[in-house]
C-alpha cells in the first residue's frame, strides 16, 4: 500500500471537508442576517402599526371631544328638501318631528337651537341658523332670503337636499361689514341701524351676505371679519361693529355723465375720490385739482389709528375718506376743500352727534383731540 498516495487522499478528504464546514458557517451566517433582519423588519412594523393605532385612537378620542364640544352631545343631522320662506333673518323652518328629537336629547339647555347648514354639492359652502319655528311638512326645511343668499344658491329649485347639524356656537365679540354699495354710508346712524336688524338674528358667519333694511330701504352687506372664531351667535352678546369700504368703493365706476375732459384727466392717471350720491344706480367721482399732487395727500390703510370720515355734501352725496387720528384738523380742511374743489376758508363742517361746528380756523389741534374717536364719523359741508 502506497503510504503518501494514502495520505494524499486523506488530506484532501480533510480539506474539502473543511471547505464544506467553512461554506456552511457561511451559509447559516447569511441565513440568521436575513432571519434578523426580518425580526427586526417585523418588529419594527409591528411598533409602526402600534404607533398607527395610538395615533388613529388619539385623532379619533379628539374628534369625539371636539364633536362633543361643538354638539353637546346632541346628535341631530338632517338632509332635507329646501324650499323659500319669507324674511329677511337666519331663522329657518323644520318639521315637528326634528323638535321631538331635540327634546329627546334636552337640547333646550343650551338655549335657542343653532345648526351648520349646507347644500349637496361640491362647493363646501357652509353658513349657520337658528330656527324660527317647527311647523313645515316632515323632511323639508324652509329657508329665509338671507341663508340662500349666503349658500351661494341662485336657483333654489335645482337644490335637491340641504344637510344640517345641530351646533353649539360661541358668542360674537366683532364684527366687521363691507356693504356693496356707497348708498350705505348715507345712513347717520349707522350703528343704530346695525343694531336694529342685527337682533333678528340668531347666528352669523364669515362671508355671509345680511340684508339690512333702513327707512324703507335694503342694504346688502357682507361679513368679511369676525372674532373670536369664524361662526358665531348673537344671542345676548355683546359685539363690536366695523365697517369696511364698499365693494363700489373699492372698485371706483366713473359716472357716464362726465365730461370728456375729465375722462383725459382720468386716462393722465389724476387720483380720484368716489361719492356715492341718493341714487343707487349712480356713482359720481370727485377729481383732484391739476395743480394738486396726490402723493401730497396720501390716504391711510385702514387700522386702528384711522378714522373713516363721512362728509355729507351740499350736493347730497357722500364721500367717503380716512384720515390718520394724529392729522391735524387744519390738514383735514386743506384736503378736503381740494376734494371738493371748494376754498379752505369756504366752508364749514357740522356734526350732528353730539351738534357741534368745526370751523377752519387753522387749528393745529390732532383729528383725536379734536373729539373725533370713533371709527367713523359723519359730518356736514356746509358752504359759507
Not at 349637496?120 to 323639508?140: A, L, P
Not at 358665531?232 to 365706476?253: C, F, I, M, Q, R
Amino acid at each position: 500500500m502506497n503510504f503518501d498516495q494514502y495520505q494524499s487522499k486523506f488530506e484532501k478528504e480533510q480539506e474539502s471537508a473543511r471547505h464544506k464546514l467553512l461554506q456552511k458557517k457561511k451559509n447559516d451566517k447569511i441565513k440568521q442576517k436575513i432571519h434578523d433582519d426580518k425580526t427586526q423588519e417585523i418588529h419594527a412594523r409591528n411598533l409602526l402599526m402600534k404607533e398607527e393605532m395610538k395615533r388613529k385612537e388619539e385623532l379619533q378620542r379628539e374628534l369625539e371631544e371636539q364633536e362633543l364640544r361643538s354638539t353637546g352631545g346632541i346628535d341631530c343631522r338632517l338632509l332635507l328638501k329646501p324650499y323659500e320662506v319669507e324674511g329677511e333673518d337666519d331663522k329657518v323652518i323644520l318639521s315637528p318631528d326634528v323638535l321631538t328629537k331635540l327634546a329627546d336629547q334636552d337640547a333646550f339647555r343650551f338655549g335657542p337651537f343653532c345648526f351648520a347648514i349646507s347644500k349637496t354639492g361640491s362647493d363646501n359652502i357652509t353658513t349657520h341658523c337658528g330656527v324660527r319655528e317647527f311647523t313645515c311638512e316632515t323632511g323639508f326645511v324652509g329657508l329665509p332670503k338671507k341663508v340662500i343668499k349666503s349658500l351661494n344658491i341662485s336657483k333654489l329649485e335645482e337644490v335637491e337636499y340641504i344637510n344640517m347639524k345641530y351646533i353649539l356656537l360661541p358668542k360674537v365679540k366683532y364684527l366687521k361689514f363691507r356693504p356693496k354699495e356707497n348708498k350705505f354710508f348715507n345712513i347717520i346712524q349707522v350703528k343704530l341701524c346695525l343694531e336694529e336688524n342685527l337682533k333678528y338674528h340668531t347666528t352669523i358667519s364669515l362671508n355671509d351676505t345680511i340684508t339690512i333694511w333702513y327707512k324703507g330701504e335694503s342694504y346688502d352687506m357682507s361679513v368679511v371679519s369676525m372674532l373670536p372664531e369664524d361662526k358665531g351667535t348673537l344671542v345676548d352678546a355683546d359685539v363690536e361693529v366695523d365697517l369696511d369700504h364698499s365693494e363700489e368703493y373699492s372698485k371706483p365706476v366713473e359716472s357716464t355723465s362726465l365730461s370728456s375732459s375729465n375722462n383725459n384727466i382720468a386716462s393722465n392717471s389724476k387720483s380720484v375720490a368716489t361719492v356715492a350720491t341718493t341714487a343707487p344706480e349712480t356713482v359720481s367721482t370727485v377729481f383732484f385739482n391739476d395743480a394738486v399732487n396726490i402723493l401730497e395727500y396720501p390716504e391711510p390703510d385702514d387700522g386702528p389709528d384711522c378714522i373713516l370720515f363721512k362728509f355729507k355734501l351740499p350736493s347730497n352725496s357722500v364721500l367717503v375718506r380716512r384720515f390718520s387720528k394724529t392729522d391735524t384738523i387744519d390738514y383735514l380742511f386743506e384736503v378736503l376743500s381740494k376734494l371738493i374743489n371748494i376754498e379752505k376758508g369756504s366752508f364749514q363742517l357740522s356734526a350732528q352727534y353730539p351738534k357741534r361746528t368745526i370751523a377752519n380756523d387753522g387749528s393745529m389741534a390732532t383729528i383725536a383731540s379734536s373729539g373725533f374717536q370713533n371709527r367713523q364719523e359723519m359730518l356736514h359741508v356746509i358752504v359759507l
